[in-house]
């Protein structure tokens, strides 16, 4: 056996001491950075990583080893003194919840201050590329299918100014449940959806005239993030939590989901500032059930990890590029209690794109 068969992979020093600095100020700070500093002490001693539970991970590719001395000795004695085996729960969170918290504040560091700026006769371009499920059971018989829909949407600068957008159901359709004569049969693909085709209205208010109002009368919400809203949620991220849960309370199927599920109703968007988009990932990071459920997922062709809650019917996963803290899109796995639906299968995915253009209905060249 030689020198180097017993050692584990440890960090750079940049690394080491950014780990260092983390746990010192958490221990004067808040639980939620204690959690993260944990998390990547555990990593940098060379523990097993936390919270991946499907297959499809992949693993790490190994760095050029680098020996350490007291560098090591002072992360094992960190280890030591703080951490337990990784079956043991930090703060009353499983462990693969602190793997996700360490993962999402990490993102929420890399979002950036502030996005590009649409500046005068520009728009912000939000492209959703999204495969969405239909069921149904004409004469008794289940059916479920999946269809392509694109969504793309030009915000101007000043948000009371006139959006546009354009909605397509492309065709493209995955049968889950039955045959493909069966869906036809049926009336359950959406060439007859309406909504589809180009909608242009101020303050992105496109529904307003179906809805017998004047334009820019919406109250604002998770699922309508006017400016106006926006403004009103708090900047520290544990008040922000506070004000998610207090929002969802007594809504979805459990607390933790429906607290992602509001993250990703505001998120998908695509029109909130960089500083809220970090603040709603350490908001995610103290949920108490949120784990890494793939570190490879892939939507449309964007890699990201993630983060997931779910239970007996389906499971809910937002995905960020953790190197960028790109929000790429959202996942809905089925879970053992869908009629028909294998577990696992992938019932719902959305990846979004947002740039600036400088043309409203045109998207961006790359």
Request: one cysteine or more; hydrophobic letters at 40%.
């Amino acid at each position: 056996m030689g020198d180097h068969d017993n050692l584990r992979e440890l960090w750079s020093e940049d690394e080491l001491d950014t780990a260092l600095s983390r746990l010192n100020s958490a221990v004067r700070t808040d639980a939620h950075a204690l959690a993260r500093a944990r998390a990547e002490l555990m990593a940098a001693a060379g523990g097993p990583e936390q919270g991946s539970t499907m297959s499809t991970q992949t693993s790490r590719p190994k760095r050029r080893w680098v020996r350490w001395a007291a560098p090591a000795a002072a992360v094992a004695a960190v280890v030591a003194g703080l951490l337990v085996a990784q079956t043991v729960s930090f703060n009353g969170n499983p462990p693969g919840a602190v793997a996700a918290a360490a993962e999402l504040n990490a993102a929420a560091d890399r979002v950036g201050a502030s996005d590009p700026p649409v500046g005068p006769g520009q728009y912000r371009y939000v492209g959703t590329h999204a495969w969405w499920m239909g069921m149904g059971a004409p004469e008794g018989k289940m059916l479920a299918v999946l269809e392509e829909n694109l969504i793309e949407q030009w915000a101007p600068a000043e948000f009371d100014q006139e959006w546009m957008q354009r909605r397509q159901v492309t065709g493209n359709h995955k049968v889950l449940v039955g045959t493909e004569e069966e869906v036809k049969a049926s009336g359950m693909l959406g060439g007859r959806r309406p909504g589809q085709g180009e909608k242009r209205a101020r303050c992105g208010d496109f529904y307003a005239a179906d809805e017998g109002r004047e334009p820019c009368t919406r109250e604002g919400a998770w699922q309508v993030p006017t400016p106006a809203f926006l403004a009103s949620l708090p900047k520290d991220p544990r008040q922000l939590y506070d004000r998610l849960r207090a929002d969802t309370e007594g809504r979805g199927p459990g607390p933790d989901e429906e607290m992602l599920v509001y993250v990703a109703d505001v998120l998908r968007s695509g029109t909130v500032p960089a500083e809220i988009r970090a603040n709603l990932y350490r908001v995610l990071a103290m949920v108490p059930s949120i784990e890494i459920t793939d570190r490879a997922a892939n939507l449309a062709g964007k890699v990201g990890v993630a983060f997931g809650i779910g239970d007996e019917e389906d499971r809910m996963e937002i995905i960020i590029d953790v190197a960028t803290g790109q929000f790429i899109g959202e996942r809905k796995t089925a879970g053992d209690d869908i009629d028909g639906i294998e577990p696992g299968t992938v019932i719902s995915f959305t990846s979004v794109e947002t740039a600036v253009v400088d043309k409203i209905g045109t998207p961006p060249t790359s």
